[in-house]
């Protein structure tokens, strides 16, 4: 079992910076593998980015490619979304995922991934 605590969201004017955290419990958090994933009014939940348990194998959707890094630190359970030159469409929440992938398998789709976290708003200001 894991439980996902995501931490970092907030306000920020278009063309700022923030540092999404997600914390996670259990022992096993190295062989999982880590999502970020938005949802914004009206709209379909869409994968930001993710990263394999070794780090080795990293996707970003192509809105967010240069803009955006995903990291993780295994030794203290910690995955981030590091998120800079924001613009107002990419309002939304934005949730933490896990999925138990020991082959460094990489998952696109939200079903894939059994833990979610609570979801912290991200709301950026013209």
């Known amino acids: 079992q894991v439980q996902l605590v995501e931490s970092g969201g907030g306000l920020v004017q278009a063309g700022g910076s923030l540092r999404l955290s997600c914390a996670a419990s259990?022992?096993?958090?190295?062989?999982?593998?880590m999502a970020w994933f938005r949802q914004a009014p009206r709209k379909e939940r869409e994968l930001v980015a993710n990263?394999?348990?070794?780090?080795?194998?990293?996707y970003y959707a192509d809105s967010v490619k240069g803009r955006f890094t995903i990291s993780r630190d295994n030794a203290k359970n910690m995955v981030y979304l590091q998120m800079n030159s924001l613009k107002p469409e990419e309002t939304a929440v934005y949730y933490c995922?896990?999925?138990?992938?020991?082959?460094?398998?990489?998952?696109?789709?939200?079903?894939?991934?059994?833990?979610w976290g609570q979801g912290t708003q991200v709301t950026v200001s013209s």
């Open positions: 259990g022992r096993t958090f190295s062989s999982y593998t």
């Open positions: 995922a896990a999925r138990q992938s020991p082959d460094g398998s990489l998952y696109y789709q939200g079903g894939a991934y059994n833990y």
């Open positions: 990263i394999n348990w070794s780090g080795a194998r990293i």
